[in-house]
């Protein structure tokens, strides 16, 4: 693995199931971030997190919960999804908040 | 709070013709940076650039430029000699360095060059 993976790279889910998109970096980054992009939104943070064991509130967290237990994994959790999760999402990692982010391939994720 | 507006939402131009994306930019902090990415048609984001709030110099690179200016809150972006393979989306982002914040981005302005 080099720089940042995201799985799945798509998924049709059915309204109501549950969901983990997950994201892994290599780089040793301190931080890492889940955004959601919607046509005419641009990118839109969900949650984040500044190091490992801590996370916080996006712009538009609710209905998804994430954690981070180590380093590396920032796991983005749908409980219950519904049809407004309709989006691609994109996780990113920074050394620190205001250095370049380096973002995954994202996950286009459809919610039926 | 942080807000990074790009109000064109779609600039198309023909090729070699120069075009600026404008980047306006709202903040409480003092020390900030200030950051442009790329996403070409195949979605992934590419980082341009990342400059900080003490820092208005002008940077080139290539047919890249930016033009940094703190007294209008603006960090605007101009291609030289637009090429079809600059056909992107362009996004501009904030982030705060004292609140340590996360990168807010601008909602993007869809660049199209036609051959």
């Known amino acids: 693995i080099a720089g940042i993976t995201q799985a799945p790279t798509s998924q049709i889910l059915a309204a109501g199931r549950r969901m983990t998109l997950r994201c892994t970096q290599d780089?040793?980054?301190?931080?890492m971030y889940w955004y959601r992009q919607d046509l005419g939104l641009g990118l839109r943070l969900i949650h984040y997190?500044?190091?490992?064991?801590?996370?916080g509130k996006g712009e538009v967290p609710d209905g998804y919960s994430v954690s981070r237990a180590n380093t590396d994994d920032f796991p983005l959790t749908l409980a219950s999804a519904v049809p407004s999760q309709t989006s691609v999402y994109f996780c990113?990692?920074?050394?620190?908040?205001?250095?370049?982010?380096?973002f995954g391939q994202g996950t286009r994720l459809t919610v039926v | 709070a942080q807000k990074v507006t790009q109000a064109q939402t779609e600039i198309s131009v023909v090729e070699k013709e120069d075009v600026t994306l404008d980047c306006v930019y709202e903040?409480?902090?003092?020390?900030?940076?200030l950051f442009w990415y790329k996403q070409p048609p195949s979605g992934e984001l590419v980082f341009l650039i990342r400059?900080?709030?003490?820092?208005?110099q002008n940077e080139i690179s290539g047919r890249y430029s930016w033009n940094f200016q703190k007294s209008t809150s603006s960090f605007n972006f101009t291609i030289t000699a637009s090429q079809v393979v600059d056909s992107a989306v362009y996004f501009c982002?904030?982030?705060?360095?004292?609140?340590?914040?996360?990168?807010?981005f601008g909602k993007g302005t869809r660049l199209s060059v036609i051959a």
């Open positions: 982002a904030l982030s705060e360095a004292f609140l340590n914040t996360p990168l807010v």
């Open positions: 990113a990692s920074s050394l620190r908040g205001d250095t370049e982010a380096f």
């Open positions: 780089m040793r980054h301190n931080a």
């Open positions: 400059r900080n709030s003490f820092d208005e």
């Open positions: 997190s500044n190091t490992a064991g801590t996370t």
């Open positions: 903040t409480r902090d003092t020390t900030y940076y």
